[in-house]
T-cell receptor
Framework: AQSVTQLGSHVSVSEGALVLLRCNYS??????LFWYVQYPNQGLQLLLK??????LVKGINGFEAEFKKSETSFHLTKPSAHMSDAAEYFC????????????FGAGTRLAVHP | KAGVTQTPRYLIKTRGQQVTLSCSPI?????VSWYQQTPGQGLQFLFE???????NKGNFPGRFSGRQFSNSRSEMNVSTLELGDSALYLC??????????????FGPGTRLTVL
């Protein structure tokens, strides 16, 4: 079955430190991969997506992710965390079949402390 | 442009009742998807509509249904409510026919509590 796994339900970093949020997927076909962010009491916002082409994808707010087929990973990074990055982050993959579905990981809550 | 709007924002119902949630997509967007978010199950895809037709469907019982109108507005209905239906229901719209494969713009959600 195709799915997505996010390692670490909670990640805490200091302001200015590297942010690394891990995502592994399982897919039998080239995947469509997404990272979404959810701020408290809000809906989700797309950070970035991978469909085809360049494996390093740049998104909004200084985030980027690298698609590594050999590792079936799509980890999200940001060189320097800001207090405003505190939120929940979701990795997602499209599952194709009779019905196409966007499957989300369980989410990683990022805390940024001074 | 106004974002995706969902009404109502909060609802309290009792077991056995039914509920209808409404979603107005961003102007010009014709694809609308619905998701259920709970602490235990996370974010789960319910269904996707485009041009008044259900395009994709998740693994939810028949108590969950939806529809889309000619102006792209969408409603979802849950009949015979169960305690486990308590959740945040998110609506998302996309300008592309297949929103699932493209960027989706999410509304703030409707918080449903079933007592």
């Amino acid at each position: 079955a195709q799915s997505v796994t996010q390692l670490g339900s909670h990640v805490s970093v200091s302001e200015g430190a590297l942010v690394l949020l891990r995502c592994n997927y399982s897919s039998s076909v080239p995947p469509y991969l997404f990272w979404y962010v959810q701020y408290p009491n809000q809906g989700l916002q797309l950070l970035l997506k991978y469909t085809t082409g360049a494996t390093l994808v740049k998104g909004i707010n200084g985030f980027e992710a690298e698609f590594k087929k050999s590792e079936t990973s799509f980890h999200l990074t940001k060189p320097s965390a800001h207090m405003s990055d505190a939120a929940e982050y979701f990795c997602a993959v499209v599952i194709s079949g009779g019905y196409n579905k966007l499957i989300f990981g369980a989410g990683t809550r990022l805390a940024v402390h001074p | 442009k106004a974002g995706v709007t969902q009404t109502p924002r909060y609802l309290i119902k009792t077991r056995g009742q039914q509920v209808t949630l409404s979603c107005s997509p961003i102007s010009g967007h014709r694809s609308v998807s619905w998701y259920q978010q709970t602490p235990g199950q996370g974010l789960q895809f319910l269904f996707e509509y485009f041009s008044e037709t259900q395009r994709n469907k998740g693994n939810f019982p028949g108590r969950f249904s939806g529809r889309q109108f000619s102006n792209s507005r969408s409603e979802m209905n849950v009949s015979t409510l169960e305690l486990g239906d308590s959740a945040l229901y998110l609506c998302a719209s996309s300008p592309a026919p297949t929103g699932t494969y493209n960027e989706q713009f999410f509304g703030p959600g409707t918080r449903l509590t079933v007592l």
